[in-house]
Nanobody
Framework: QVQLVESGGGLVQAGGSLRLSCAASGRTFAGNTMGWFRQAPGKEREFVATINWSGSSTSYADSVKGRFTISRDNAKNTVYLQMNSLKPEDTAVYYC???????????????WGQGTQVTVSS
């Protein structure tokens, strides 16, 4: 069974930081590249960052490069997103998912968790 539980969102001023967490079931997490996506109001869901199983390879959307860092703890079946220098345009609901092979990064599962809301005030 696919399980994805995101947490850590909140309201922060521009320039601030947040750390998101995503706890996944073992079946969802084991051996998979994992990633973060986000969806702003009125917009389609978009890719944010990915990390491979070993953590040796990461990728980022151009809009977050240099500000966001993805990491994972395989012992805890958890993937993280450290977000620094936040901007109002980062406001969105953030989701995690396993990643399907290919470019651009796409979710492996059609199931999505509830997401976690990030709101950045100017």
């Amino acid at each position: 069974q696919v399980q994805l539980v995101e947490s850590g969102g909140g309201l922060v001023q521009a320039g601030g930081s947040l750390r998101l967490s995503c706890a996944a079931s073992g079946r969802t997490f084991a051996g998979n590249t994992m990633g973060w996506f986000r969806q702003a109001p009125g917009k389609e869901r978009e890719f944010v960052a990915t990390i491979n199983w070993s953590g040796s390879s990461t990728s980022y959307a151009d809009s977050v490069k240099g500000r966001f860092t993805i990491s994972r703890d395989n012992a805890k079946n958890t993937v993280y997103l450290q977000m620094n220098s936040l901007k109002p345009e980062d406001t969105a609901v953030y989701y995690c998912n396993a990643i399907r092979n290919g470019v651009p990064p796409r979710p492996l599962y059609t199931y999505w968790g509830q997401g976690t809301q990030v709101t950045v005030s100017s």
